[in-house]
Structures are given as structure tokens and as C-alpha cells.
């Protein structure tokens, strides 16, 4: 007996599924909120009604809406491929956000009923889907329960969800998770004129409102005004015109004085000579500026924005009216902001966390932003380093002066008070007077002959004469002291310019260099020995950006000469970051294991002595790693133990000597090998014995302790670095 057959459904796979996809209630929101970015909406509403009997939630978007052809085959089909077959929604072009088919099991997993209206622009009417979920009971055929589709007579274009019955209260903190939860979807604010970008996606606004059973009392419980924009302190606009000139403005200001559009002046120069641009033009910017100080903000309110800012805050970048990533990721510093604070030259708060705004580019023939073929980033044109410098510049410029109008010192040095002048030249006057006197008084003089009887006036004459030494030998120890500062200063000045000259140059041929890998890697192995080399020079010079990049950026960190509190989490992010190509090139396979959400603040001290730190740390295993026949890994963690902060660095070297433990911290003292007398100066100096003397005086000096401690399994030794933590009592 042979029979066809085929698979049936029961109806309770819906609840199933329901429970299973859609473990979250706030999940199952979010991915509801995602189909209407999906359908192209511009603005959604999120009702909800907690207070009836009938507890329900509604969500409303002026998205395209559903055909009836759209609503059976879409909603209604389970594993439905639509959004396989059309990636990408049919006005902005948008990447559809939703999850494939789970909307409806989303619906499901909030409440007992779902009431749905829909209708297309160029429908007559729409359509209105109802669906009582409890009637999804085990036992009944899934194609057996019928759901009802009738047409509707509905003005407003796009789709109305109604869910009754819900499942789960809804508390304050879960709105707001489900409100952060669409965040990133957001574009926070039309940036440039409507008008001049007519095909361009004008945004996604998301607003979440509660309120009683007859909407009588609405009240928005989260939006990106309610819960970021109303708290800031600051609007601060950029446009580049047709002609390529400059303007700003800042718009508001809730410290000084607004203004509007004025010419923008070249960056250090006065204010008569204004920046065109001839690479530039149809570029508008506009975002808002807060003070993260806890005195302008309520403590409430301080928190919600500081965290949100923490993920969401900088810049980011659209062009034609798509956005373009990774500029405005978190930890993406594409316009230096991070940087410029943290070298401290500027004072007032102007990193990254401080903005929350947007840049827009309208280049639609691609003349100036080129995207690179990975759809990641932009190209390094001449166009695209002077838009980051711009807009850095007005940034700055613009928290600066805010910083003036609030009272706070802006620019880091500033006068300092002259010492006494010739105060060590008269200290020695006083000393010599003081022996000469003793000297020059004939009783004195007749009582010092008889040194056996008089010891208390011998020892008198002996202390001035022997301070009088003393103080010769500390005023030379100052002057040799001066001679070593002037010359580090000297050689800090060149270092600088050679950095300042070296970035330049890398800017300038590095356009040049993608053009000929370009051409190289295009040869499609015509030529497999040009092809390899090219390889290895891309890789060289990528190498060499990097790691220039992060020792820039720790020279430049190290003329500061304030201290803060540092976070130990972002310089082992950084440190990752600028030492990971030359990791690679030494075959050496780092590791970090720090908190996710924990920055791990310490108590203030200064940033680059942290770096420098964990540069000591790094070359020195290095040596260790190269000595031994291991393999070379590397492991940097961190962790916070009560008060404290604890950071460990462990390696696979061949470890440190039992007879040499305690001597690893003293000035001079190294295990390693001595160059050989033809080696370079710089070789030479390398290995002194210096890094971790160094080392455990930044960690002294800052109130913290250093130790060489048994290392975890897999490595063969271990320092351990306890910081006290920023809000420590110690």
C-alpha cells in the first residue's frame, strides 16, 4: 500500500513560536517597530493603555502600507521569503531591519488579540485583519482557524497595529528599553534642507506615548526629544555653500549668547580671512552639545544622557541621505574629537560623548566621496580630510567658546606665577653672611680655637659651612637638571614636528599608494611577483599608520599636564588598536579581557602614564615571547575588585629568574642581553633596565601597588597593577 501524504501543522506552533523567538516582551516591540522602518515609515507612534480593562498597546506608521496581495502572502504565510527577494525598502532604500516573518509571532507574544489596518496610496480602501489568538489551541489544524479580512474605508496611508489583552504590565524601564532598542534606527533630526534633497531619506522618529483609556491626558513616555535633545545645552550648525564658503552658528545656548549664520575663520588666523573650500559644497551639519556635569542636569536626567551618549553620542556621517559606517560607531573618533580632549590642549568638554548629531553630504556623482568597495567608509580624498577638519574645527571652536560664557578655563597652560627671582642666589648670600660672621667675631673667634670645650659652637660653624656645600651641589644638580629639561624639550618639539610632518606626508601619498595597489592587486596575477610585493608593502605601510597613529597619540597625551580621572577599559581598547599590526608582524597573539560595560575609572592621573604602562608591559613580554620556544601569546585583563581596579599582564616568555624577583623594579636592572658594540644607538638603548622601574613608579606615584604574581594556566609570568577606583575613599 503506497499513499501520498503530506506535513499538517498544529495550531499551537503560533504559541510555540511565540514564546520561543520572542523570548522579551520589549524584543517582540522592537521587532514590530523594525517592519514599519522596513515599510519606509517616516514617523511611529507607540500607544499604550495600561489603565483600562481592556489593557492594550497600538502602533501607527505612515509607512506604504499592504495590497491585500501583500497582507495574505506576507503577514499570513509563515516563512514568508519577501524580504529575501527585496532586501531593501522600495522609496529610501533602506536595509530591512526586521527579522524574517517574526512580526507575527511578535503580535502573538504581547496579547490575546491582534486588530490590523493597513492601506497603500494608490488603494481605495484598506484592510483590516483580526486575529484572536486563543483560538490557536493544541489539537486544531493551523489551516483549519479561520482569521477574518475585510476592506475598510481608512484615510491615513501606512498600518495601524492593535494588540488587546496583553500579556505583561508594562513599567517604566521596559518603554524606555524597547524606546533605546530602536534607537540606533534613528537619524536624529533633518539636517539640511528638505527642499534640497528631495529623494533622500528624511529620517526615522519613533515616539512612545501612555495615557488613559480615552487618550484625554497623553503623555510622551519616550522619544529621542523627551529622553536626550531637551536635556542638551547647545545647537551648534555648519553648512558649506555652492561657492565653497564656510558659515556657522549656534542656534541655542543655554549658557550665553545665539547667533546666526556667520562666516566661518581659517583655523588660527583672524577672523577677516574666511575658509572656502573649492572640494566642498552642499554640506550641512547640525548637532547638539552638553556639558556631562551633574550641576546642569538632575541627577535623573544626568545618568539617562550620560549612558545613552556613552553609545549613542558623536557624529555620524550621511551621504545622498544614506548613512555611511562606521563614522558615529561607538569608539569611532573619525573627526578627532577624543583625541583633541584628551591631548588637553582644549579644556572645555568637546570629546565625542558631548555631541549627538549629524553631517550631511550631497555629492550624488561621487566627484568628491568615493566609498571604498567594501561599502565601508569613505575613500581618504582631499574632500573628505578637510570636511573632518572643518567640522572638528567648528566643534571645538564652538565648545570653547560656550566654556568661556560658562566661566571655565578653556585653553590648558595659561600664565603661571613667577618663583621669588634670585631666591637661591640669596639663600647662598645668607649662608655665607652667617659663617662669616661667626668667623669675624674675635670672642667667637677666641672661643672656636678651643674646639674640646666648645663643641656645641665647633658644630655650629660645621652645620653652615656643610649647608653651604650641600646647597652647592644641589644647585648644580638643578642646573644639570634644567640643561637634560631643556634638551627633552628640544627633542619633544622635533618629535612633534617630525610627527606633525610624517602624518602629512602619509596623507598626501597614501590617495596615491591605494591607486597603486589598486592596479597591482587588478593584474589578476599577471605579474605574481609585483602582485606579492604589493601585498607586503600594503601590509608594511598599514603596519607602520597604525602603530605611528597610536605613538602619536601618546606623545601627544604625555604634554598634558593635567591629571583625570582615566579610563583603564578605553587604554587597552586604544592600546589594542594602535599595537595590534605589530603584534601580528611579531607573531605575537594579544588578548584583552575587560568588562563590557564597565569603563573602570581610577582616580585621576595622568593619561599617558597609563599608556606608558601598558607599553612597558608590552615590550618587555615581547623580548620574553622572542626568548622563548612558546607560543607567543599575550593576555591583558581587567577587572574591578571592591574599591579597587586590578589589571593583570600575562605572557607565554620565558619568565622571570627566582634570583631576580626582587630586583625587576630597580633602576637599571634587565634580563636581557646586552646589543653588540656595532648596534645602532637606538639598539643600545633598548634594554637599560628603565621599563618597569618606570612602571612601578607611575604606579607608586598614583597610590597604587605593582606585583609579579603567579600566572594564570598557559603562562609563565604575571604582573598584577592595583589602581584605587574613581570613587574609592582611600
Known amino acids: 500500500m503506497k499513499e501520498r501524504s503530506n506535513f499538517k501543522a498544529d495550531a499551537a506552533i ?5 514564546r520561543e523567538l520572542v523570548a522579551k516582551q520589549e524584543t517582540a516591540l522592537i521587532e514590530l517597530i523594525k517592519n514599519c522602518y522596513d515599510a519606509d515609515a517616516t514617523n511611529v507612534e507607540v500607544y499604550f493603555d495600561l489603565e483600562s480593562s481592556v489593557k492594550y498597546l497600538e502602533i501607527h506608521d505612515n509607512g506604504v502600507g499592504m495590497s491585500y496581495e501583500e497582507l495574505i502572502n506576507g503577514f499570513l504565510r509563515l516563512a514568508s521569503d519577501l ?3 527585496q532586501p531593501f525598502s522600495g522609496i529610501f532604500n533602506r536595509k530591512k531591519a526586521g527579522r524574517k516573518g517574526i512580526g507575527r ?4 507574544r504581547l496579547g490575546d488579540k491582534l486588530i490590523l489596518e493597513t492601506k497603500k496610496q494608490r488603494d481605495a480602501l484598506g ?4 486575529v484572536d489568538w486563543d483560538e490557536f489551541v493544541p489539537g486544531k489544524d493551523l489551516h483549519e482557524i479561520e482569521v477574518d479580512v475585510v476592506e475598510v474605508s481608512k484615510e491615513e496611508i501606512g498600518t495601524r497595529i492593535r494588540i488587546e489583552g496583553l500579556r505583561d504590565s508594562w513599567s517604566e524601564a521596559q518603554i524606555r528599553r524597547a524606546w533605546r532598542g530602536v534607537l540606533s534606527l534613528q537619524q536624529p533630526f533633518p539636517i539640511a534642507p528638505v527642499q534640497s534633497r528631495p529623494k533622500s531619506d528624511p529620517g526615522f522618529l519613533v515616539k512612545f506615548l501612555k495615557s ?6 497623553d503623555s510622551v513616555a519616550a522619544d529621542i526629544q523627551t529622553e536626550i535633545l531637551d536635556h542638551l545645552h547647545a545647537i551648534i550648525e555648519l553648512k558649506v555653500e555652492d561657492d565653497g564658503e564656510v558659515l556657522w552658528r549656534i542656534s541655542e545656548n543655554k549658557f550665553g549668547e545665539v547667533f546666526d549664520w556667520q562666516r566661518f575663520p581659517v583655523k588660527g588666523r583672524q577672523e577677516s580671512e574666511v575658509w572656502y573650500s573649492d572640494k566642498l559644497k552642499n554640506v550641512w551639519m547640525k548637532s547638539y552639545y552638553v556639558v556631562l556635569d551633574s550641576k546642569y542636569l538632575s541627577k535623573l536626567v544626568f545618568s539617562r544622557v550620560r549612558d545613552e551618549l556613552s553609545k549613542h553620542g558623536g557624529i555620524k556621517l550621511y551621504r545622498n541621505g544614506f548613512r555611511v559606517v562606521p563614522y558615529g560607531e561607538p569608539n569611532d573618533d573619525w573627526l578627532g574629537l577624543d583625541e583633541a580632549y584628551a591631548k588637553r590642549s582644549e579644556l572645555a568638554p568637546a570629546a565625542n560623548r558631548n555631541f549627538f ?14 566609498e571604498h568597495t567594501s561599502r565601508e567608509g569613505l575613500i581618504e580624498t582631499e574632500a573628505f580630510s578637510e570636511l573632518k577638519e572643518i567640522a572638528s574645527s567648528v566643534l571645538i571652536t564652538a565648545a570653547s567658546r560656550i566654556g568661556q560664557e560658562r566661566g571655565v578655563k578653556t585653553r590648558a597652560g595659561g600664565m603661571v606665577e613667577k618663583s621669588n627671582s634670585g631666591g637661591a642666589s640669596k639663600v647662598k648670600q645668607a649662608l655665607s653672611s652667617v659663617r662669616e660672621a661667626i668667623k669675624s667675631q674675635p670672642e667667637l673667634g677666641k672661643v672656636l680655637k678651643d674646639s674640646e670645650e666648645n663643641d656645641e659652637s665647633v658644630e655650629l660653624l660645621e652645620l653652615v659651612e656643610s649647608a653651604e656645600r650641600e646647597f652647592d651641589d644641589v644647585q648644580q644638580q638643578l642646573v644639570d637638571e634644567a640643561a637634560m629639561l631643556r634638551f627633552l624639550a628640544t627633542l619633544g618639539m622635533t618629535t612633534a614636528e617630525f610627527s606633525h610632518e610624517t602624518g602629512m606626508t602619509f596623507d598626501a601619498f597614501r590617495f596615491d599608494f591605494e591607486k597603486v595597489f589598486d592596479a597591482a592587486f587588478s593584474s589578476k596575477g599577471e605579474d605574481a611577483n ?4 604589493a601585498s607586503r608593502a600594503k601590509a608594511m605601510l598599514s603596519r607602520l599608520d597604525t602603530l605611528t597613529s597610536y605613538l602619536n597619540s601618546l606623545a601627544g597625551a604625555r604634554a598634558s599636564r593635567d591629571i583625570r580621572p582615566i579610563s583603564v577599559s578605553k587604554s ?18 594579544v588578548l584583552s579581557e575587560v568588562p563590557e560595560f564597565d569603563p573602570l575609572y581610577v582616580k585621576p592621573m595622568h593619561e599617558a602614564e597609563l599608556a606608558s604602562l601598558v607599553l612597558n608591559f608590552y615590550t618587555n613580554s615581547v623580548k620574553a615571547l622572542k626568548r622563548s620556544n612558546a607560543d607567543r601569546r599575550l593576555l591583558i585583563s581587567a577587572r574591578r575588585e571592591e574599591e579597587n581596579v586590578i589589571i593583570n599582564f600575562s605572557d607565554s616568555g620565558d619568565g622571570v629568574p627566582e634570583r631576580s624577583r626582587e630586583k625587576i623594579f630597580e633602576p637599571f636592572f634587565t634580563t636581557s642581553m646586552a646589543p653588540y658594540g656595532g648596534a645602532s644607538d637606538v639598539e643600545h638603548a633598548r634594554g637599560t633596565g628603565l621599563g618597569l622601574w618606570i612602571v612601578h613608579q607611575i604606579v607608586t606615584n598614583a597610590g597604587g601597588e605593582v606585583y609579579l604574581i603567579d600566572p594564570p594556566e598557559g603562562y609563565s609570568t604575571c604582573f598584577e597593577v592595583v589602581f584605587q577606583g574613581e570613587d574609592s575613599d582611600g
Open 212 to 217: 488613559g483609556s480615552l487618550y484625554t491626558d
Open 83 to 85: 524580504k529575501v527577494k
Open 357 to 370: 548629531g549629524a553631517i550631511e553630504v550631497n555629492d550624488p556623482e561621487g566627484l568628491y566621496f568615493e
Open 572 to 589: 587597552i581598547e586604544d592600546f589594542m588598536k594602535g599595537i595590534k599590526l605589530q603584534a601580528e608582524a611579531n607573531e605575537v597573539e
Open 530 to 533: 609585483f602582485l606579492k610585493r
Open 14 to 18: 503560533i504559541t510555540r513560536l511565540g
Open 105 to 108: 509571532f511578535a503580535t502573538q
Open 127 to 130: 484592510y483590516k485583519l483580526v
